[in-house]
């Protein structure tokens, strides 16, 4: 049996940023098709993990205590390495600010 | 300036053109609150605003509450405004009404203490409401410039789609009412907290850079000094749940909608800004008291970004028990295309930017023909919504409650 080829894409908002906005599902090994802002593909990320539409997907490697930057903005660090591919959420980033 | 087509409002006998004809019955402190809904109960248009005001709050919280009860008074929206008390109030029912009929509107006010009894407030009270209805009922629209126009600008619900869709499309709107003129409000001054810099940056005057800044730090210093950890608070559990991270993720994603122009100023909850232009208003994102503020300090209508997520299933006004506020129309946008089956509870759905469908350029060219057709009279979903509920519209209180 032939399995469903996953392709979920993500938005990359600004070209500096280290994550993407996923916009489709993502499980474990599917390849997201990064995209830009004019929805353009601009390469790919392997998923390591499932990923919920409109969270986020490193990538690049981002080390514990770099910041995380979205928008072209630091949004927080990394409490812990970050690698491409992994979900970027709570788990794994805190506010640089309130915390 | 850029032009842009003129609006049709009501013209009012000083000051901006209002969009509705409302008849606001406004009591001075929270004793007087029946009076207010006894007086407005069963005539159309008239709205009882009722609040939280007690009589034991300190002078600066005193003084913000007296000037946001002129200022709801002044708002361009109010057609008549009827200003009741008991006449013991910490507040005095004369002295409001005085201040708002400085404007040329019709003001009466009417207290327990002038009027000799309770009952006699509400005979005379619906005897001059339903004057006044008929007043503002032979009032016509008249071509009035866009620059007359106030926005209030608030994102609720928000997840990681509002900063792609909604905000950025009320970004462009913003940059050009602003353009245009118009007046636009931003506040939640809590959800500036990463993003001060960018508005900052942005500011008209150095006088103007230092305030963005200092309204910032007072916040995250009362926030910090509680000792309390924010996180799961501020972002709530529902925007954690929508993919956002940080405080910082969140207020990167909402200052989109406040456009790209400089910032005109900074005022303090229950004021009302001197001059047109972009405008912060210090408040914390606590929607009763947003409106209140929002409608004190002039602004005729209100463009609410929702995200999606759990928020985006309420039908009525997210943070309220109720479908509006009639002194300041609400349109809602939605974001998150996983809503679109709710899309019917929004005035505007801005999706499609999310599966590339429609360019941000295009949602903006919508949603300001949204505004302009609302500022027209084109009733907003919520001005439809059935409301069995009352709200308790919050006064912003600083200091002590003795």
Redesign the interface.
Known sequence: MKEAIHQPRALVLTETDGVAILLDPAIGGDTIVLLDSGFGSIGNVEAREPIEPFHKVAIRKIDAGDSVVKLGETIGRASCSIARGDHVHVHNVVSARLS | MMHEQPFKGFRRAEGRAGIRNCLLVLPVGQCANELALACASGISGAFPLLHTQPCAHLGEDNAAARSCLVGLGRNPNAAAVLVVGIGCDSISADGIAEEIASTGKPVEWLTVSSCGDWNTVIERGRAWLATQQKAAASLRREEVPCSDLALGIKCGGS???S??AGNAAIGQAVDRLVGAGGTVIFSETTEL???EH?LMARAATPSVRNEIRAVVRRV?DS??ATGV???GT?PTPGN?A??L?????KS??GV?KTGSGPIAGVFAWGAWPERNGLHLMDCPANVPQLLLGWAAAGAQLLVFSVG?GLPARIPSLIGTNVGGFPLLPILKILS?P?DRDVSATFDLDASGV???RESVDHVAIRLWDRIAATADGEPTYLEDYPAPAVQMWEMLVRGPTI
């Open positions: 997840d990681a789609t900063a792609v907290i990463g993003a960018l995250e926030i910090l950890d924010p996180r501020q954690i929508g993919g991270t940080t405080l910082e993720e990167l994603g989109i999606g998150n996983r999310l599966d590339g």
